[in-house]
């Protein structure tokens, strides 16, 4: 008897102590902005339910947050620049509503994320920009009559905006060391004949891995080369490595962990798991993909062997695991952990903007070694691959050089010459562009 009456007031005590506690606070709000993609998180301090819908005329993203309120004022999105045009909030039936005014027609989504490491609860809104036609995801090259086009090269910067990825002791974060090394390498490849680059994320904002996949494609990349780098619990781990997708399990249990906490990302970055679209079906029947692996594995030793000249390595070989990034069942995909950024040193690397330029132009040489030997057809290095020229009396190696256009030290290097000297009879072959 005693126990029950105790038991009825600890059931009471329970439910005045959950009951005011359900009240959730908004402690901040936070944007990342990308060039057609907007994040916004609440920060909470509670779960809290939500609804989400969107007003048009003027365009209006109006979010109703049960039984919340705000620690203080909303912040100005100021700025002429991006989707959002003015966030204001207001109590509607009790609840707390706050109203996106937005510059374009949006596609929201929503979604709570539970406390991580890092964060507290948050309320996660993703703003698409609409498009006025669905894209068109056409994966072969334009037929241009006699115009041959550049290998194209997606540089993928993992991470960004709330998914910071590893961070090293002295604070320095995946995302931002990895994007100042894609960036380098856009230069680089900018600079390449025949070549185009495309970078998946452009800024510091969070891009799901099946869009990076899907960005991809649109592009139609030759070649998708994903930036990251690593942490481990042990500092002394150091090294870089490359990978590419395994079909079945990942060759190492260091492998397994590795691309668990890549994949992780979407989880830490909060993508809704309802994100299977038509590429997943399309990823999943794909039969092609065996083939796509061994160019990977391909592309992978040779950007291996050029990060071996710029420090050590990690791994001997290239490794294969299930990186949900990697998965683009007809772009061959490799993704290349720079550094371990929780080992002292290399996070000192990392940071530094000479090494950062290192590994750079060794992921470039890497990736220019397999497109001269397997170059796409219908590209510009498709048309110069295998053209020979035997030298005549009188012919110098500048003059040559300024006949196909290319420099003379690309010259020497693509026929092992030591200095300009040539002779007559001698077959040079001509390197592309
Ligand atoms: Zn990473």
């Known amino acids: 008897m005693r126990t029950r009456i105790l038991c009825n007031i600890l059931i009471l005590l329970g439910l005045f102590l959950s009951l005011p506690s359900h009240a959730a606070t908004v402690q901040g709000v936070r944007l990342w902005a990308g060039p057609d993609q907007h994040r916004l998180v609440f920060d909470l301090s509670g779960p809290a339910e939500h609804k989400l819908f969107v007003l048009h005329n003027p365009e209006r993203v109006v979010v109703d947050i049960k039984d919340a309120r705000l620690a203080s004022r909303l912040p100005t999105l100021g700025g002429d620049r991006g989707l959002i045009r003015g966030l204001r909030s207001a109590r509607h039936k009790g609840q707390l509503r706050v109203v996106l005014d937005m510059r374009q027609r949006v596609q929201p989504k929503s979604f709570l994320l539970k406390p991580t490491q890092k964060y507290g609860h948050r309320l996660v809104i993703d703003l698409e920009a609409a498009r006025?036609?669905?894209?068109?995801?056409?994966?072969?090259?334009?037929?241009?009559?006699?115009?041959?086009?550049?290998?194209?090269?997606?540089?993928?910067?993992?991470?960004?905006?709330?998914?910071?990825?590893?961070?090293?002791?002295?604070?320095?974060?995946?995302?931002?060391?990895?994007?100042?090394?894609?960036?380098?390498?856009?230069?680089?490849?900018?600079?390449?004949?025949?070549?185009?680059?495309?970078?998946?994320?452009?800024?510091?904002?969070?891009?799901?891995?099946?869009?990076?996949?899907?960005?991809?494609?649109?592009?139609?990349?030759?070649?998708?080369?994903?930036?990251?780098?690593?942490?481990?619990?042990?500092?002394?781990?150091?090294?870089?490595?490359?990978?590419?997708?395994?079909?079945?399990?990942?060759?190492?249990?260091?492998?397994?962990?590795?691309?668990?906490?890549?994949?992780?990302?979407?989880?830490i970055g909060g993508v809704s798991l309802d994100d299977k679209d038509d590429l997943l079906a399309s990823v999943l029947l794909d039969l092609s993909q065996n083939a796509t692996i061994a160019a990977s594995l391909d592309v992978g030793a040779l950007v291996l062997k050029e990060l071996r000249k710029v420090g050590r390595v990690h791994k001997p070989r290239v490794e294969q695991a299930g990186f949900v990034v990697l998965k683009s069942p007809d772009i061959p995909s490799i993704l290349v952990e720079t550094g371990f950024i929780s080992n002292r040193q290399e996070e000192r690397n990392l940071r530094n903007g000479a090494y950062q330029q290192k590994v750079a132009r060794a992921v470039l040489r890497g990736v220019r070694g397999y497109f001269t030997r397997n170059p796409p057809p219908g590209t510009l290095l498709a048309q110069r691959a295998g053209q020979q020229h035997v030298i005549r009396r009188g012919e110098t190696l500048s003059g040559i050089a300024q006949r196909y256009r290319v420099s003379q030290q690309r010259l020497r290097l693509a026929n092992n010459l030591s200095d300009d000297r040539v002779r007559v009879g001698q077959r040079l072959s001509i390197p592309v562009m």
């Open 132 to 267: 006025s036609k669905p894209a068109v995801v056409r994966r072969s090259a334009p037929v241009t009559t006699g115009q041959a086009r550049d290998v194209v090269i997606a540089i993928d910067a993992g991470h960004g905006g709330d998914d910071p990825g590893a961070s090293g002791r002295r604070g320095t974060r995946e995302k931002d060391v990895v994007l100042a090394i894609a960036r380098r390498l856009q230069r680089l490849i900018r600079d390449e004949p025949g070549m185009r680059p495309v970078m998946i994320r452009t800024g510091d904002y969070y891009v799901s891995l099946r869009k990076r996949m899907q960005r991809a494609r649109e592009q139609r990349a030759d070649l998708f080369v994903s930036i990251h780098a690593d942490a481990f619990r042990d500092g002394r781990a150091r090294g870089a490595s490359v990978w590419v997708l395994s079909q079945k399990g990942a060759t190492s249990e260091a492998g397994r962990w590795l691309a668990a906490s890549e994949n992780n990302a979407d989880l």
